[in-house]
């Protein structure tokens, strides 16, 4: 064979294996990134900006897809790319891996510039244990399917269906706006222990007078409804003689009768709930329970209504109400009520009929209507040392502590005998730790620096015309220890002075209260530990050793610099350089 047969076979072969090298690497030339299910996983939990796109068909969709995949067929791909935005990161997956690997070629080719294909598609991600949400015909046949401690994974969808939960399951929906129990009857009727119920949106629709609630929980314990939307044309949320029972994080709306009652049980939470109804929370015969960090308006009747309840906590709960009193107590004994902000557009923010011993202290009474109405009653409104901040109290605080002079005095049998001067604002900086100010400036963008020990937060007058602000801080020792010596106070770097400061006002042993004042516009606040006077001959003296050792290490740099200049030049040194 003559040499040039071969050379054009030498040539075929190397165009041939440029062009196999070019097809078994697209990624590379293709401009979309591969990545793991493992990887993608990460992605998913660590960017809530993600958009994650499903290219399969409808009904593969509907048997197990991530959670909020936005379902794009492949062939409808090309057609629908303006409901993607191009600068957006995106994940997207199949059953394998090859359609997914088309859909991301079709993507980075129109310039969108963050795309990633994961590998081995839905399958894999199922072999990993990975969740996946699944369009059942019917969550009750699924219920009936499962076996105890299974958890059901509901797509979103809209579910035409009552429930009867009736074995300990965790019923989970993909997305609380868009996984819709629908009815006309009681929807989620919890039977058995152990359940939890969370992101749906739980809605019935019908007469207010046949007794029917979104979700009713009768008998049982250890129930968790959180993080729900639930709306009701009767009562929202029923639990009966029940315990151990969590109502956490959900919407709730309803226009019929009480929007949660609490009846005959113990041992509930009632957290952070926003609540929208014409009657609020109904705590009846209940005893051992927390109601807190709820959000309540009420058009007519009371945002709390308790009745022969003992020995429960109300705390940290914003309550309004149209015409009604705010909070209403009656045959209700030993019960505690903190860090609440009560108001009422017409009537008294507190009512109470025949209830004892009951503790009222850290709460804001921002009422339009009057104080309170008191019947047969005789409660403790402060704790020994700080009450209520009440809207009506015109005493005054000559001795600058926080406090007002005089008690509050309620009628013949009942006073706040340390009312505050300003409103209670209580912010957590972490687990069983919070910063009380009270103030009679807003206070807001509250932030504790806690590598600095630094407490952060700013301050705005009231009014137009206020001139004076003050707060009173108490802090926790966790936070900024006593031994850490006194505290400072620094307004806008220390361009506003502070007019007057107690950093000592009290110590209980667990907490520092501090005092200061200022004149009144918007300021930045810093509360910062001062160091402890014995510490500071040793501060010094590390200071001045790095400050040493530092400059001797410049002097020989610059001067082993300088000598090798000189070589290069051929110069001699010069006297700067030979003193260092």
């Not at 058995?192 to 979700?215: E, K, L, P, R, W």
């Not at 003689?241 to 113990?266: D, F, Q």
């Amino acid at each position: 064979m003559s040499s040039k047969p071969l050379f054009l076979v030498f040539v075929a072969l190397l165009l041939a294996a440029s062009l196999s090298s070019s097809i078994v690497k697209p990624a590379v030339a293709a401009g979309y990134t591969d990545v793991t299910v493992s990887e993608a996983k990460a992605m998913i939990d660590t960017n809530q900006f993600l958009m994650v796109v499903d290219v399969r068909n409808e009904s593969e969709y509907d048997a197990g897809h991530i959670r909020n995949a936005k379902l794009i067929p492949l062939w409808e791909l090309a057609a629908r790319l303006n409901e993607l935005n191009k600068t957006d990161e995106i994940l997207v997956y199949c059953r394998a891996g090859g359609r997914s690997a088309n859909a991301s070629q079709v993507l980075s080719s129109d310039g969108f510039s963050h795309v990633y294909n994961m590998l081995g598609g839905i399958t894999e991600w199922t072999r990993e244990g990975y969740t996946v949400y699944i369009k059942y015909p019917s969550i009750q046949e699924a219920i009936n399917n499962a076996t105890a401690g299974d958890t059901i994974h509901v797509s979103a969808g809209l579910y035409d269906e009552q429930l009867s939960v009736d074995k300990p399951v965790v019923l989970e929906g993909e997305n609380r706006y868009t996984t819709v129990i629908n009815g006309t009857a009681t929807m989620l009727h919890v039977r058995a222990d152990n359940v939890s119920i969370t992101d749906f949106t739980v809605q019935y629709v019908g007469c207010a007078c046949f007794g029917y609630c979104a979700v009713n929980v009768t008998d049982n314990q250890n129930i968790n409804v959180t993080d729900n939307i639930i709306t009701s044309d009767d009562f929202g949320i029923r639990v009966v003689n029940a315990r151990k029972v969590v109502i956490a994080n959900n919407s709730i709306t309803h226009t019929g009768n009480a929007c949660m009652v609490v009846l005959n049980s113990s041992e509930v939470s009632v957290l952070e709930n926003n609540i929208t109804a014409s009657d609020g929370i109904e705590v009846d015969t209940c005893t051992e329970s927390i109601f807190s960090g709820n959000t309540i308006f009420s058009s007519m009747g009371a945002g709390i209504f308790a009745y022969g309840s003992y020995e429960n906590t109300f705390c940290g709960n914003n309550v309004s109400v149209g015409s009604s009193a705010a909070v209403s107590v009656s045959d209700s004994h030993d019960n505690a009520f903190f860090d609440n902000n009560v108001s009422s557009s017409s009537l008294n923010g507190l009512f109470f009929w025949q209830s004892d011993n009951n503790s009222i202290f850290h709460n804001n009474f921002l009422f339009n209507g009057g104080q309170i109405s008191n019947y047969d009653s005789t409660n403790l409104w402060d704790n020994g040392f700080e009450g209520n901040f009440w809207r009506y109290y015109t005493g005054v605080d000559a001795d600058s502590d926080g406090i007002g002079d005089t008690p509050n005095i309620l009628d013949s049998t009942n006073r706040d005998n340390y009312p505050l001067m300003g409103m209670l604002y209580s912010f957590k900086t972490s687990l069983g730790n919070a910063v009380d100010i009270v103030s009679n400036s807003t206070v807001d963008e509250f932030k504790y620096v806690g590598s600095n020990r630094t407490i952060e937060f700013r301050v705005s007058n009231r009014t137009a015309n206020q001139t004076m602000g003050f707060c009173r801080v108490s802090i926790p020792h966790r936070l900024i220890d006593p031994s850490d010596g006194s505290i400072s106070v620094v307004i806008d770097n220390g361009s506003t002075p502070v007019l007057f400061l107690n950093d000592t006002l009290y110590d209980n042993g667990t907490r520092r209260w501090i005092y200061f004042t200022y004149p009144h516009s918007t300021h930045k606040i810093l509360i910062v530990p001062e160091f402890p006077i014995f510490l500071v001959p040793p501060l010094y003296m590390v200071t001045v050793v790095i400050g040493v050792a530092t400059c001797k290490k410049r002097r020989s740099f610059l001067r082993t610099s300088c000598q090798r200049q000189t070589r290069r030049q051929k110069r001699p040194a010069c006297e700067q350089c030979c003193s260092l």
